[in-house]
Structures are given as structure tokens and as C-alpha cells.
């Protein structure tokens, strides 16, 4: 388990430890750590007793807490791309309100439809950016019509149904509303069929029973767990289940009062914007620039919204099973290196065993270097192999064995060799496609690259690639659940 708080080196109080020795166990700074370099291997080592520096990693919410991380989210869309994507986003939904708005009610469900997938997948797809890491907000991809955009509309309407459908519901048995009478006015209302307009429920009877009060606040109170059910479950069904989001909060704890809090001030500032959006729509009905500009006003703050609900599953989505438990570690000092470089010789390392020069060629010298390679790796000299793997990089792959390529990668991995890690894990696999250790070294890869080297593109390839190469293998379904829903 990683500590609870950052710990301070030993020698230098006053500094935080990112390493820590195995020999004495002493917490260390980049001050006290120097990389010793044995060709393209670097080896940390603590300066001290010279035994090898583990990293040392945190929770993201011990790094920084959701409250710290919510200081500046007002600024997420106020970029120059979030301000293009709102625009964008607001011209086409103030266009399919319009011809929503003008169209007989047979019509409407088609830019209904469309607006409802626009928005939605815009949502979820900042929510879906923002668990990534990332600070930009990010241009969602609607080529596939299902997952782009009937999905998204479907989870999200279904995930707002647990607010008024629940009060609905309560009007009818408990408040004695007659549905039938209601349904047989509205059809025979000739101005249905032209505006749309639906008539007005007898709310009065919700606003002087406590109980529906109670029942609406406690709605609102999940409305946050459902969305963010609707965005990492892939059952619908989830949204409805009251004992996984029940979980799910007491689970967040603390963490989930203060999304509440956020989203209800976000709320407020919706409604004022809503007001003053709601008087831009009546300025002309035909003026397309008012309605625009109010979709605009409308968007900024849902935008917010969305990064506020992300920014709760980056820090704490663990605790509702979304990715990874591995995801959410990382170096408590990701960006420090050791103060020192060593360049080690090679006559630092255990002396390898020449071949016998009976013949002399220089194959015969190769091949007893990958023997050597193949016995270090057995021996778990994890010094010796990556410096006999990186001197034998000129082989073809396929000259050395899976399994060597494998130990190399996750030494290298552990010690913070990325280069090195690819390149061996990218060999276990290209050497011996059909190997069982092909999809794990694939694995593997896609993590260095993903976490280690921050390449998130070429991560989701590798996992893309390892569901369609390597099906129904616990490879596989590892991928699927690193990969976004619409991969």
C-alpha cells in the first residue's frame, strides 16, 4: 500500500522523498539518488549505501485532494479551444431548437433526437476526457451515429429520469393526479399539434407536501451518482440501482458532499444564466443570433458541470470500481530525476564469460552472449541482462527468446527505462506473435506507454489492437476496460 502523506528524506528534511532505499531504508530526495548509467540503462541508486532507490507513489487524492483540484475549474472552458467548442456546440443545438421549435410535433423527434445526442455526447465525452487527465476540453468524435449519439442521449435521459420521473410516479399514486383525463385533454387540443406545448401538471399539489420536498432533494442528491454511473457502467440498469449508487456515495464519502456542493452552486449560476438566456430567446423569434448566444451562456456552465463530475472520478473513481486500482498511483515526485549521472563501466559489472575462440567468428561470440543473456536472465540479474540485451540490440528479435524480452521490458519498466521497456516489450511480442506471453508483454507496453510516457494515443492503440488480435483472453478484457466506450 503506498503512504498515507509524502514522506521527507532523511538528509534533507526540508524536501520531499520520491525514492526510497532498499539497502537502508531511508526516504530519499532527487539530492540523494544518482542514476548510474550502464550504456542506455540507468540503474537509481541511493548515494549513501548505494542500494537501489524504489519510487515511491501516492493516491491521486493523497497528492491533491478533490476540494484542491476544484480551485479553478470555472476556467475549464474558458479557453480558446473550450470557447470554439461552445460556440460550435451552441450554434447547432440554437439551430435544432429553432427547427424543433417550428416543426409539427410528428417532426420534432428526429432534431429532438439529434440535439439530445449532441449535447449528451459533448458531456460525456468531457466527463470521459477529464477522468483521462486531461485539461483541455477535448472536440468529441460523433462518426459512429449509435455510440456518438443515440447512446449518449439514451444514458443521458435515462440518468435524469431518476429526478422527475420518481415525482412523477408520486403524482400519480400519492397525489391523485388522473392521467387519462390529462393525456384525453392535451390530444384534443388542436394548438398540441402545432406548438408542442404540453399543458401544465398540477405542480401546486408537490409544492405543499413535505413528503415530495423530501423526495425531490433526495433525487437531486443522487442525479450526480447516476450521471457518473451512466458514464462508467456498461449496463443501463446501473443508473437504477439504488444499492451500487447508494454505495457508490457512502464509498466517495466526503468527496461526494462537496461535488454536491459545486454542482449546486453551479446549479444557481445555471438558473441566472437560464433567466438571461430565456429573455435573448424572446428578443426575435426569427433573430438566430439571440438563440445562439443564449445556447452559448447555457453550454459554459454545463461544460463546468461536466468537469466538475470528471475531476471526481480522476481523483476518486476507484472507489466506484472505474479502471485500474493501479491507475490512480502515481510518483509522488513525477517530474524530479537524480542530481548525479554516473557513467559505470563496463568492468563494474559481473564479468561475463568470453566463448571459446576455437573457431573465431564472430557469430560464434553472438550466440554465446545471448547464452550469457539467457543465463542472467534465469539468475534474476536484472544489472547484467539489460546491459548484455542493450549490447545485442543489433540481433533480430526472434534471435532471442519471449520470455528474455519480457524480463528485460519489466525490468527496464521498473526502474524507469521506458525507452528501453518499449523496445523489449514491443520484441516479446513481435518475436513470437502466438506465444501466450505475446498479449501480456502487449500489456505491459500499452502501460509504460500510457502511464509511464504520458502517450495516451499510442496506449489505446496497442489495447485496441490487443481486443482484436487476442480474444477472449483476460488480456483482452483488460484492454476493453482501459479503452473508451465508443473503442
Not at 7 to 25: I, T
Not at 44 to 59: F, Q, S, Y
Not at 361 to 373: D, F, G, I, K, N
Not at 441 to 467: H, T
Amino acid at each position: 500500500m503506498p503512504p498515507k502523506s509524502p514522506a521527507r528524506c532523511k538528509r534533507h528534511p526540508s524536501s520531499l522523498a520520491g525514492w526510497r532505499c532498499d539497502g537502508c531504508g531511508a526516504a530519499l530526495c532527487p539530492e540523494c539518488v544518482e542514476a548510474r548509467r550502464m550504456q542506455t540503462v540507468d540503474l537509481l541508486a541511493c548515494r549513501a549505501c548505494g542500494g537501489r532507490a524504489e519510487l515511491l507513489i501516492l493516491h491521486r487524492a493523497e497528492q491533491a485532494s478533490f476540494s484542491d483540484r476544484l480551485g479553478q475549474v470555472w476556467r475549464y472552458p474558458f479557453t480558446r479551444q473550450g470557447l470554439m467548442f461552445a460556440a460550435g456546440l451552441g450554434a447547432v443545438l440554437a439551430i435544432v431548437g429553432f427547427v424543433t421549435q417550428v416543426t409539427f410535433i410528428g417532426a420534432r423527434m428526429l432534431p429532438a433526437t439529434i440535439g439530445a445526442g449532441l449535447f449528451w455526447g459533448s458531456f460525456f465525452t468531457i466527463m470521459r476526457s477529464t477522468t483521462r487527465g486531461e485539461t483541455e476540453v477535448p472536440l468529441p468524435d460523433y462518426g459512429d451515429v449509435f455510440h456518438d449519439w443515440l447512446l449518449p442521449a439514451l444514458k443521458g435521459v435515462l440518468a435524469t429520469s431518476v429526478v422527475w420521473l420518481p415525482l412523477l410516479l408520486y403524482l400519480v399514486f400519492v397525489g391523485g393526479w388522473d392521467v387519462v383525463q390529462y393525456k384525453d385533454r392535451l390530444l384534443n387540443d388542436p394548438m398540441f399539434y402545432t406548438t408542442g406545448r404540453f399543458h401544465s401538471l398540477p405542480g401546486e399539489t408537490l409544492l405543499d407536501d413535505p413528503i415530495a420536498w423530501l423526495l425531490g432533494l433526495t433525487t437531486l442528491a443522487y442525479l450526480p451518482m447516476a450521471l457518473m454511473l451512466a458514464m462508467t457502467s456498461n449496463s443501463l440498469l446501473d443508473i437504477f440501482n439504488p444499492l451500487k449508487g447508494v454505495h457508490g456515495m457512502v464509498r466517495l464519502g466526503r468527496d461526494y458532499g462537496v461535488a454536491l456542493g459545486a454542482l449546486l452552486t453551479l446549479g444557481c449560476v445555471y438558473v441566472v444564466v437560464h433567466l438571461v438566456s430565456s429573455s435573448l430567446r424572446e428578443v426575435a423569434f426569427e433573430l438566430i443570433v439571440s438563440r445562439w448566444l443564449a445556447q452559448v451562456l447555457e453550454c459554459l456552465v454545463l461544460f463546468v458541470m461536466a468537469r466538475v463530475l470528471g475531476l471526481l472520478l480522476y481523483t476518486r473513481g476507484d472507489a466506484l470500481g472505474y479502471g485500474a486500482p493501479n491507475d490512480y498511483l502515481q510518483p509522488v515526485l513525477p517530474n524530479a530525476a537524480p542530481s548525479t549521472v554516473l557513467n559505470v563501466g563496463p568492468t563494474t559489472l559481473p564479468p561475463a564469460q568470453e566463448p571459446a575462440a576455437a573457431s573465431g567468428e564472430p557469430a560464434l561470440s553472438t550466440e554465446a552472449r545471448v547464452q550469457e543473456l539467457a543465463a542472467a536472465v534465469r539468475a534474476r540479474n536484472v544489472s547484467q541482462a539489460l546491459s548484455l540485451y542493450s549490447a545485442l540490440g543489433f540481433l533480430p528479435k526472434s534471435a532471442i527468446t519471449p520470455e528474455v524480452h519480457l524480463f528485460v521490458g519489466q525490468a527496464a519498466a521498473s526502474l524507469g527505462n521506458n525507452d528501453l521497456a518499449v523496445h523489449a516489450l514491443e520484441s516479446a511480442a513481435d518475436s513470437a506473435p502466438e506465444d501466450p506471453l505475446a498479449p501480456r508483454a502487449l500489456v505491459l507496453l500499452a502501460r509504460v506507454l500510457g502511464e509511464r510516457m504520458q502517450e495516451a494515443a499510442r496506449a489505446q492503440d496497442v489495447y485496441r489492437y490487443i481486443v482484436d488480435r487476442y480474444p477472449d483472453t483476460d488480456a483482452s478484457r483488460f484492454a476493453q476496460a482501459r479503452l473508451p466506450p465508443t473503442s
